[in-house]
């Protein structure tokens, strides 16, 4: 009777059941990467296609080869006078030093071609292509997930977290403040992206153990390093190449990079100082509030484990893990280390953890060791593969032969224009460019031997092209499905949607701040 009188209103008339309210759910990474995909081959229907002819130096025979766009390959003198008789205004010993290796565009060889689309029956085919050109990457996630793992089985994080967090008590925004200016230096200095996925698995069980969300995690982490990448100094994978593929100095315009990375570096810390303040006074207020739980069952771990129980075994397991990434940021900084070296770095300590956690009384065992192994390094499965299913996006433009026509297009956009207008309009045509193109050292070789020139038909030097090209793609690159970002947000089980709501003030500042500021030297640095 009781359940009748509750669904009846004041005048004894039933109410209808209410409806269930269906709202909308952003795809996950996968879903995105494939709609991208299809958007991208319907792309190879519609664009024209053509092609630069791609100039390469051959270290074994000493000469200068030219691809042309039919195919057909051509071999030059290695010397000054053929690069200046292409008009490609490199010195010859950025070549031949090894500065620059992979193909560039030469000026003025656009040509149209037949067109050639990709078949939608190809689409599989793409992912696999792109999954088998970013198999370096996805062995040294693998070999990270299993480290972690192994680290995870012997329960050495649990039992040194709990002292972390009681000793930040009260000053927690301090560890995400560090993280934060580790991550842009290294960003400004080597470009420590990618490699800053080994970074994930230390840091998001601290930062929740320190009342903050996901969001805090990737904001400290992917989006600090690549502020500092996108206001790159000295970054060689950056700044340099592109300073080199435009034929000047890199540490010409310095002074401006520099003047740009304080102010991108403070403005980012105060916003993210701000964010985390919110999120640690009211958990609610995070934007991904609603994946919460998830995040936390993915990385959260137990703060109250027994202090006591963190012995030397423990302990000497954590140095070795700390000492991991500390040892890969050496190898990448001074030995020129890449990702097969950063694999088996791993692959070797995680035989030590294994050895020191398997063996001795109150050992785990080998089996429980391999085990672990394995569980760690297939919990990263699903982040490898977004990464290779990014690349495959890559790869139906490029094989569509539409990413020359749409770098030649954007040439054309700027031509005639100068002073402020041209270097706003060229910010965004690089920021479009970004999705097209989503490796800094692939874009600057492709597009610098055809902007630089423009800067000396509107008589501004050419450093500020190279500027406006690492302010606009990096723009993208936050947000760019084609980018890193992805598996990122594959990795903390975070949805696209929650992760724009908090870094589209920073894409906006980026593009209005470099645009207002290569303005005025566009006007200051007239020649």
Not at 36 to 46: E, K, R
Not at 159 to 180: I, P, Y
Not at 192 to 206: H, K, S
Not at 494 to 499: C, E, H, Q, R, T
Request: proline residues 4%; negative net charge.
């Amino acid at each position: 009777m009781s359940e009748t009188v509750a669904t009846m209103d004041s005048v004894g008339v039933a109410e209808e059941p209410k409806k269930k309210k269906h709202t909308f759910t952003f795809p996950s990474a996968f879903t995105v990467l494939f709609i991208v995909t299809i958007i991208a081959v319907a792309c190879t229907y519609l664009i024209p296609a053509g092609q630069y002819s791609k100039l390469i130096y051959a270290a074994d025979s000493n000469v200068l080869q030219i691809t042309d766009p039919a195919g057909e390959v051509t071999e030059l003198e290695a010397t000054q006078d053929t690069l200046d008789e292409l008009g490609v205004k490199i010195e010859i010993e950025q070549f031949t030093s090894g500065a620059i290796t992979k193909p560039i565009s030469i000026p003025g060889t656009y040509e149209s071609l037949e067109q050639n689309p990709v078949s939608f029956l190809d689409i599989p085919y793409s992912m696999v292509v792109g999954i088998i050109d970013g198999v370096d990457v996805m062995v040294f996630i693998l070999c990270l997930g299993g480290l972690i793992g192994v680290v995870r089985a012997t329960g050495a994080f649990e039992s040194g977290l709990g002292a972390l967090t009681r000793k930040t008590k009260g000053r927690e925004f301090l560890l995400v403040f560090g993280v934060s200016a580790f991550m842009i230096f290294g960003g400004t200095m080597c470009g420590l992206e990618e490699e800053a996925v080994a970074f994930y698995p230390i840091l998001a069980p601290i930062f929740i153990a320190l009342g903050y969300d996901s969001i805090v995690t990737v904001g400290a982490i992917f989006m600090a390093g690549s502020i500092g990448t996108t206001f790159s100094t000295v970054n060689p994978f950056s700044a340099v190449i592109a300073s080199n593929a435009a034929g000047i100095v890199f540490t010409e315009g310095m002074p401006i990079r520099i003047l740009g990375l304080i102010i991108g570096s403070i403005v980012y810390l105060l916003y993210l100082h701000w964010y985390s303040k919110k999120v640690k006074e009211n958990p609610e207020f995070s934007y991904a509030y609603k994946d919460q739980d998830e995040f936390k069952s993915l990385w959260a771990m137990d703060t109250e484990a027994d202090t006591g129980s963190f012995d030397l075994r423990h302990k000497l397991i954590l140095v070795i893990f700390v000492s991991a990434f500390i040892i890969m940021i050496i190898g990448v900084m001074a030995l020129g280390w890449w990702f097969p070296q950063m694999a088996a770095e791993f692959i070797t300590l995680s035989i030590l953890c294994m050895f020191i956690g398997g063996t001795g009384k109150n050992g785990l065992g080998e089996a429980r060791m391999v085990d672990a192994f394995s569980d760690g390094a297939s919990s990263m499965v699903a982040v490898s593969l977004i990464i290779g299913l990014a690349r495959g996006i890559n790869h139906v433009l490029n094989q569509g032969l539409i990413s020359d026509t749409i770098l030649y297009s954007a040439s054309n956009l700027v031509m005639g224009m100068s002073g402020p207008a041209f270097i706003i309009v060229l910010i965004l045509v690089f920021f479009v460019l970004g999705f097209v193109v989503p490796s800094s050292s692939g874009l600057a070789v492709l597009s610098m031997p055809i902007f630089a020139p423009l800067a000396d038909t509107v008589g501004i030097p050419r450093w500020i092209i190279v500027c406006a090209y690492q302010w606009g793609q990096y723009a993208m690159l936050y947000i760019a499905p084609t980018g890193l970002i992805m598996a990122t947000l594959q990795m903390l089980h975070m949805k696209m949607s929650d992760w724009f709501k908090f870094v589209w003030p920073m894409m906006l500042f980026t593009l209005v701040f470099g645009s207002i500021l290569l303005s005025i030297c566009t006007i200051v640095y007239a020649v």
